[in-house]
């Protein structure tokens, strides 16, 4: 069985706009994805930098049944989310996989592995059924 990872960010993902909270109808396409593919779960947004977000998204993730397996690496000399996801694709070669962010520099340098959110609108279940198609190929 081909492991599947879903590296995922949370800001313009699971919320939207200035909001701060993560929203339910955002988190169910998130479950769906997680229940559909059973891709393990990489965290690269900012949030895996602060504990307390850290143990909230671990939290969510267990609560969907699922499991968070790692954190993309935090390197001082690291500046884009891209950047930081294209070391962990270096060190883990992974065969499949799906970028979930609103970050651009996601699409620019991993066009073909990324799905883009409007970080207005969050994930929607269209954005969903591409990132499930993508990763059960």
């Not at 396409?29 to 602060?50: C, H, N, P, W, Y």
């Not at 790692?70 to 989310?81: A, L, Q």
């Not at 979930?100 to 969050?122: A, K, Q, R, W």
Request: aromatic share 4%; hydrophobic share 40%.
């Amino acid at each position: 069985i081909m492991t599947k990872f879903l590296l995922l960010d949370i800001d313009g993902v699971l919320n939207c706009g200035d909001q701060k909270g993560l929203l339910s109808p955002q988190c169910e396409q998130l479950k769906r994805i997680l229940d559909e593919t059973g891709a393990l779960v990489i965290l690269s947004s900012e949030r895996r930098k602060s504990s307390k977000s850290l143990k909230q998204i671990i939290k969510l993730i267990l609560e969907m049944n699922h499991t968070m397996q790692s954190v993309t690496p935090v390197r001082p000399n690291i500046f884009t989310r891209a950047e930081e996801i294209k070391l962990w694709i270096t060190l883990n070669c992974p065969a499949r996989y799906v970028i979930l962010d609103d970050d651009v520099s996601c699409i620019e340098m991993f066009p073909y592995h990324t799905v883009s959110t409007d970080p207005n609108v969050g994930l929607t279940e269209e954005l969903a059924n591409k990132v499930i198609e993508k990763l059960n190929g």
